[in-house]
């Protein structure tokens, strides 16, 4: 490792850091939120979900936007986008700007993993990237364990101090970054996809909606009113609209050819199983008050063993996929997962059924996210296409997250907003969970998945650069 790069590594670190806290503290914040600004639970979900919205919307632009005017660039706008939208949110007099804020942190945190990504790659050999990128990966279990210790504390002096308090780390990082990252840039310079990135941020704000407005109680009734079909299909309408446009695209955000593997297109829905599962973390505070009659700074805390599991569960899983395959460990995931969140759901107000849930949901979710789905990614994608590829999974996870919160949103206010109302949100989620279950029987086995992998790393790279 150079001196450069030495130098570097410290203020990837300290900005994916700063993104990561972000949704970590969140969840404590909205109980408190809902008090203050006197919302329902499908109101305040929208605090978790205008900032994955814009966040996935992000993405690319801001991955392409560093190819095209620099790394530096593009990671000092992003850290200061994030520190404007931090502000907005701070001192936001109503839910209209404390959203506007909010839809700037999503685009800020949006470039921040990708950039400090694209920079790894620009200055570490590839003999070291894996493991300066795993490096960079455990700031998210760091942060998942910081973020309700942190969270816990600043509630005592007010919700709002959980935003102010990313003003000055994002302050150190940006004034670290001015002087330390290099301001590289890819050689070929590629298009936007304009058009695709306005179709899906349409066709994912008409889901969105569309799942939030559904009545848990009533969903047949739901589905045929006014408020909710149109906006579901019209979600349905964008889909192939928006597979014909990456048909064209010169540089698609979604390349439709990968997805004709099975086994992508089994990752993609358990990507979007694992996103809607972490999207339950931020209503998990919210739970514990109603059913506990705890204080909101008391909740944040029953959010450690939960994310301990992860954190530890991780490297586990990690080491695991090399002995068995990404098929058990995913089958161990999705069962450990369900039985987490029904388990949660049907607690009642017993903390032991509680705490063990938790526990069970961060074991299962450490084996899907990260490691297990990008490792069948990485099997089933040419060489040519694996960063399109390890694309798939954040686009879908995030889909998930996007639809976990409009749906516990809309099951908690429609069930009540009480602990019933929640419980009956993990209730639906491990139900889905327990549906991926069944369909981990399509992955393929330890040794077809071997010779897969041999059989595109043997290839040729022009034959891996062919349509």
């Known amino acids: 490792m150079t001196l450069a790069s030495r130098r570097v590594l410290p203020v990837l670190f300290l900005g994916v850091l700063m993104a990561a806290l972000d949704i970590a503290i969140v969840g404590p914040a909205l109980p408190a939120i809902r008090e203050h600004f006197g919302l329902d639970e499908r109101a305040v979900a929208w605090v978790f979900n205008v900032f994955v919205l814009c966040n996935l919307i992000g993405l690319p632009l801001m991955t392409r ?91 005592l002096f007010g919700w709002r101090w959980l935003f102010v308090v990313s003003l000055p780390l994002a302050a150190v990082v940006f004034l670290w970054s001015l002087r330390v990252l290099p301001d590289t840039r890819a050689a070929e310079e590629l298009p936007l996809d304009v058009q695709g990135m306005g179709v899906l941020g349409t066709l994912l704000v008409l889901l969105a909606l569309g799942v939030n407005r559904i009545e848990a109680g009533a969903v047949a009734a739901s589905l045929a009113s006014a408020r909710v079909w149109p906006l579901l299909l019209g979600a349905a309408v964008l889909v192939p609209v928006f597979v014909a446009v990456e048909r064209r695209a010169a540089a698609p955000l979604l390349r439709p050819a990968l997805l004709h593997s099975r086994q992508v297109r089994l990752a993609a829905l358990f990507a979007v199983g694992a996103g809607l599962t972490e999207a339950s973390f931020v209503f998990i505070p919210g739970l514990a008050i109603a059913a506990f009659g705890v204080t909101k700074s008391a909740a944040s805390f029953m959010l450690l063993p939960l994310v301990v599991a992860v954190a530890l569960g991780s490297p586990v899983a990690g080491r695991l996929l090399d002995r068995v395959g990404s098929r058990r460990v995913i089958q161990a995931g999705t069962g450990l997962m369900a039985a987490g969140l029904l388990g949660v759901g049907l607690a009642g107000t017993t903390r032991l059924g509680f705490y063990a849930g938790t526990v069970a949901i961060g074991l299962g979710l450490s084996c899907l996210l990260g490691s297990a789905l990008s490792y069948i990614l990485l099997t089933e994608a040419r060489v040519a296409e694996r960063t399109v590829a390890q694309g798939v999974v954040t686009l879908f996870i995030s889909i998930g997250q996007l639809l976990g919160g409009a749906m516990i949103g809309a099951v908690v206010a429609s069930a009540g907003a009480g602990a019933e109302g929640y419980q009956a949100a993990f209730r639906v989620i491990g139900a889905v969970a327990a549906g991926l279950l069944l369909a981990t029987a399509g992955l393929k086995r330890r040794a077809d998945e071997l010779a897969t992998a041999r059989a595109h790393d043997e290839a040729k790279p022009h034959a891996d650069a062919a349509p």
Not at 116 to 127: I, M, R
């Open 65 to 155: 936007l560093s190819d095209v005017h620099g790394r530096r660039t593009v990671y000092l706008a992003d850290v200061a986008l994030f520190a404007a939208g931090a502000l907005i949110v701070a001192l936001a007099p109503n839910v209209t700007a404390m959203l506007i804020g909010r839809a700037l942190q999503g685009l800020g945190a949006s470039g921040i993993f990708p950039v400090a990504s694209a920079v790894v790659g620009d200055l570490f050999p590839p003999e070291q990237r894996g493991r300066t990128l795993g490096i960079i990966g455990a700031v998210f279990g760091l942060a998942f364990i910081l973020g309700p210790m942190i969270g816990g504390i600043l509630l």
